[in-house]
Nanobody, 128 residues
């Protein structure tokens, strides 16, 4: 059974930090790019970040560049998203995703239609 299980969400004040983790099982994550989408109420979902299976290429949305860092441990089948200097606009439900991105599109925003597997999501709330 394919599973992407997120953890690490919570509530923090602006300027705070959180570390999201995604544990993958039931499929071969080394063949997939793993990343994060987020969905805020009343807004379209946004591809936040992803990392290739060999960790050679990463992507960050402009809204999080310089604040978020993605990493993966293929031996542990986990992907982490370190989120620093959080802002209220980062408040959203964060989903771990697994997708295959054609090489010519690596480094470009991820497409929801390209996602093969979704986690159930973890809530991140940033407020004072």
């Amino acid at each position: 059974q394919v599973q992407l299980v997120e953890s690490g969400g919570g509530s923090v004040q602006p300027g705070g930090s959180l570390r999201l983790s995604c544990a993958a099982s039931g499929f071969a994550p080394e063949y997939y790019t793993i990343g994060w989408f987020r969905q805020a109420p009343g807004k379209e979902s946004e591809g936040v970040s992803y990392i290739m299976s060999n960790a050679g290429i990463t992507y960050y949305a402009d809204s999080v560049k310089g604040r978020f860092t993605i990493s993966r441990d293929n031996a542990e089948n986990t992907v982490n998203l370190q989120m620093n200097n959080l802002k209220p606009e980062d408040t959203a439900l964060y989903y771990c995703v697994a997708l295959i991105i054609p090489r010519p599109l690596l480094g470009t925003p991820p497409r929801r239609g390209s996602v093969d597997f979704w986690g159930h999501g973890t809530q991140v709330t940033v407020s004072s």
